[in-house]
């Protein structure tokens, strides 16, 4: 199961083995209970793919909270973040402010720290630029 923040991210993916729900952002109460409804922890990991920003994990941190599902970032982390920097763009004051939010709850506090170290963000439409798995 991947959701997916995107649009064109989601229109874009085509890796074989994933269920994939759009989100919109923040997801929708029918998103929540549709996901609870259809849960069966024992058969699926929970994967949620969305900008590499402290929104994107704002977003995941809400999509665990509402849902109650372990959901995990999909190529959401520092690496992914540091392979794609000349696509990168800077910090606004409102994300430093979410970042130091989330390192504070300890929340993904690895990747939130580099973003803020390198100020820099990502939108996760860029990942299929150059990604296997997404249609051009």
């Known amino acids: 199961m991947l959701t997916i923040e995107n649009l064109t991210s ?11 729900i759009y989100l919109a952002g923040y997801h929708s109460v029918c998103i929540s209970k549709y996901l609870r409804k259809i849960e069966k922890p024992e058969e699926k990991e929970w994967l949620h793919f969305g900008d590499i920003d402290p929104d994107g994990y704002m977003i995941l941190q809400n999509l665990r909270n509402k849902t109650g599902l372990d959901f995990q970032p999909y190529q959401m982390n520092k690496e992914i973040l540091g392979h794609y920097k000349k696509y990168s763009k800077r910090l606004e004051k409102q994300d430093k402010i979410k970042a130091n939010t989330l390192i504070a709850e300890e929340f993904y506090s690895s990747a939130l720290k580099y973003m803020l170290e390198n100020d820099m963000k990502l939108e996760q439409e860029v990942i299929a630029i150059e990604t296997e798995g997404y249609r051009r």
């Open 10 to 20: 989601f229109h874009r993916f085509v890796q074989n083995g994933f269920f994939c």
